[in-house]
């Protein structure tokens, strides 16, 4: 794995960023958590690349509040087309 920041996604939409932090930091430093309220999925940056994989590794698949996590490296986000709005 190049990165360290984790996508996580199939998250019960009623997780917190501690609960996040609580559940990842099983496996290194957490550096940062951002949960997309009322999306299901979110994102877990952990400080080195070797504990992300290994985060990785151990919970994707695993049972969180009763959901099945789905857990792998971040893709960067895509530049979108810039589009206006007309008005008629």
């Known amino acids: ?3 360290s920041k984790l996508y996580v996604g199939n998250l ?3 997780v917190t960023n501690e609960q996040l932090e609580e559940l990842f930091s099983k496996f290194g430093k957490v ?3 951002d949960v997309i ?3 299901g999925f979110g ?3 952990m400080s080195d690349p070797a504990e992300a994989e290994k985060a990785k590794e151990e919970l994707d698949g695993s049972d ?6 789905k857990v792998g490296e971040a893709r960067p986000k ?6 206006e709005y007309r008005k008629y």
């Open 12 to 14: 019960d939409y009623s």
């Open 1 to 3: 794995m190049q990165g």
């Open 64 to 69: 969180f509040g009763g959901r099945t996590l």
């Open 37 to 39: 309220t009322g999306k």
């Open 31 to 33: 550096s940062q958590i």
């Open 78 to 83: 895509k530049e979108r087309p810039n589009r």
């Open 43 to 45: 994102f877990v940056e």
